[in-house]
């Protein structure tokens, strides 16, 4: 008999995590025994629950999923991290990688790597929306990470989830888009822009886009063609 895997959700976002249970439903090797929305809550979960794997979204109300995925490694080891987030860059990867995570799934994709990429880590393998090789791993966690370019004080009073909605409007995302991809309302998405406008004084997206430039918080190049 195959030994049920106990896994908790760890996103701010109820409608995402009750997709993901969905997908985790329909293998009887997993079950979902518990969901946080803030890092925070996900810890108490952690230590009351015990279960065997965590799925962790990178960016979480009150702290990051990359600062949790380094709590929850060291204070429950045995508990593994999958990595369920919007975010597809190597700078994340390789931070997650290098946070103890053993997993990496884009939300995008996660309907269709996400029991692979869950079968995978149980076995003790690492997972990058395909199974790749402990080298690969061992290369993601030697590179280098940005230096930290942030230093204007005016972007660290932003939330969490503002900059998030920053790093993705200054990216080009239309209030849609993020609003999709962040699984919240246009009219939040805009709630947060004004803010973000208003805390930074900035009056226009060239600006923000510029501002975003000089932080080192996007790719130039996505604005040169």
Do not use: C
């Amino acid at each position: 008999m195959v030994e049920t895997k106990n896994i908790l959700i760890i996103d701010d976002h109820p409608l995402f995590r009750e997709g993901l249970k969905t997908i985790i439903g329909r293998d009887p090797r997993f079950k979902v025994i518990g969901e946080a929305g803030t890092g925070r809550e996900g810890l108490q979960m952690l230590k009351k629950l015990k279960p065997d794997l965590t799925l962790v979204d990178i960016s979480l109300p009150d702290q990051s999923g990359i600062q949790l995925t380094r709590e929850i490694r060291r204070l429950f080891p045995e508990t593994r991290v999958l990595i369920v987030s919007m975010h597809s860059k190597i700078d994340y990867i390789a931070e997650a990688f290098q946070a103890g995570a053993t997993g990496y799934v884009v939300k995008e994709s996660a309907a269709k790597r996400l029991l692979q990429g869950l079968e995978s880590v149980a076995n003790g393998n690492y997972f990058l929306d395909s199974s790749v090789s402990h080298a690969v791993v061992e290369n993601l966690m030697k590179f280098p990470l940005k230096e930290a370019k942030i230093t204007d004080a005016d972007y660290a009073t932003l939330t969490p989830r503002e900059q998030e909605v920053m790093r993705l409007l200054a990216e080009g995302l239309s209030s849609k888009e993020v609003a999709e991809k962040l699984f919240i309302s246009p009219k939040t998405v805009e709630n947060h822009r004004a803010n973000i406008m208003n805390k930074l004084d900035l009056h226009s997206t060239i600006e923000l886009i510029r501002y975003a430039a000089k932080l080192g918080l996007i790719d130039v190049d996505l604005w040169k063609e």
